[in-house]
């Protein structure tokens, strides 16, 4: 990926009012199309097409979480500063860029050179353990359902593939996992290395779940101070299984934060629905508790799956200077990581 200025546009407030390349978005709050173009590749051509997350001085002022779509190319604006260093008045910056087929990748606007490059990350790789308990699901079953799943979030843009995962019938003798499983069995199922596979992420078919699990079709036990990794449970007779499992995979991915929910009170779970967040999501989001189908992962999500502290993908990793980040309290108005609704408004799923 190729940065490289072109003619700067007029700053300020005066350049939307003066400029009809303001055209795609009337209220000019997104990109123009002249500026600092970001090109991609002619190799990069996997769905959905590249968006840019850009924070920082731009078209005169500072900006938060502008999102910049296009094909094939992207343009930023003017984000050149002036003689009195504009941009170190902005107190966040960031520039990730996204596209179908890579992982987000970070870098940092170069004004002071021609043009800078970016190199797109592969993919992220998630390496996976599926546990069938007690026979409850056939192998070929449960190969099936990852497929899909995987598909979901390779189709949405997630930048996230899953390779061939290990599939296995789970022998051991764990009282209540057959058929009464809840977080209450994560501890002995981490700490015993015949049950849990260390560096993956685990998932375990099962029959039915405690009562105190309530209906859910599936559980992600996980631990908030990142002590202990995610333990995730799939009921295995129920025909949404396959969504069931990208649904908890997300919850593994960070997909988990606490957010205050209006009138007061928490939820903890991450769920769109229970944050009151269909106004502004598909309701067939990846996060929506019982969804039948998975049609939308939110930018806002895909940036957390992979730069929140809580993300599966820093656990027992060193946290350096810029990520991971604290993506609480953000569902829609952002803060230190975009809003959770934060979605290209164009051209992606």
Not at 27 to 51: K, M
Request: aromatic share 8%.
């Amino acid at each position: 990926m190729t940065i490289t200025p072109l003619r700067p546009l007029l700053s300020g407030i005066a350049s939307c009012a003066a400029l009809a390349a303001c055209g795609k978005d009337a209220e000019c709050g997104d990109c123009f199309e002249r500026g600092f173009r970001i090109q991609l590749p002619a190799a990069v051509t996997s769905a959905p097409p590249p968006a840019v997350l850009f924070s920082g001085f731009r078209n005169g002022w500072c900006q938060s979480d502008l999102i910049c779509t296009g094909s094939p190319d992207v343009f930023l604006g003017d984000v050149k500063g002036g003689p009195e260093d504009f941009p170190s008045l902005c107190k966040k910056k960031e520039l990730v860029a996204f596209a179908g087929g890579h992982a987000p990748t970070p870098d940092k606007v170069k004004t002071t050179v021609a043009g800078q490059t970016i190199s797109l990350l592969t993919p992220t790789a998630v390496p996976l353990t599926l546990w069938i308990v007690n026979g409850i699901r056939d192998a070929s079953d449960v190969a099936d359902d990852i497929n899909t799943a995987a598909g979901r979030f390779a189709a949405l843009g997630t930048g996230i593939e899953f390779p061939v995962p290990s599939i296995k019938a789970f022998t051991n003798v764990v009282p209540g996992l057959k058929d009464n499983a809840s977080c209450a069995l994560a501890p002995a199922l981490t700490a015993d290395p015949t049950a849990f596979d260390a560096g993956k992420v685990n998932v375990y078919y099962i029959e039915s779940f405690a009562t105190t699990v309530g209906g859910a079709g599936g559980l992600a036990c996980t631990d908030l101070s990142g002590a202990q990794p995610p333990v995730l449970f799939v009921d295995g007779q129920i025909s949404s299984a396959p969504t069931v499992l990208a649904h908890e995979l997300g919850h593994a991915l960070g997909l988990l934060r606490s957010i205050s929910l209006p009138g007061g009170g928490y939820s903890s779970w991450g769920h769109v629905n229970e944050v009151y967040l269909d106004p502004y999501l598909a309701g067939e989001n990846l996060m929506r508790s019982g969804g039948l189908l998975v049609k939308q992962i939110t930018l806002g999500q895909i940036y957390r799956m992979h730069f929140d502290e809580l993300s599966w993908l820093w656990y027992q990793k060193p946290h350096g200077t810029d990520y991971p980040l604290q993506c609480q309290e953000s569902p829609v108005e952002g803060g230190a990581c975009p809003a959770l609704t934060r979605h290209p408004p164009r051209g992606w799923p």
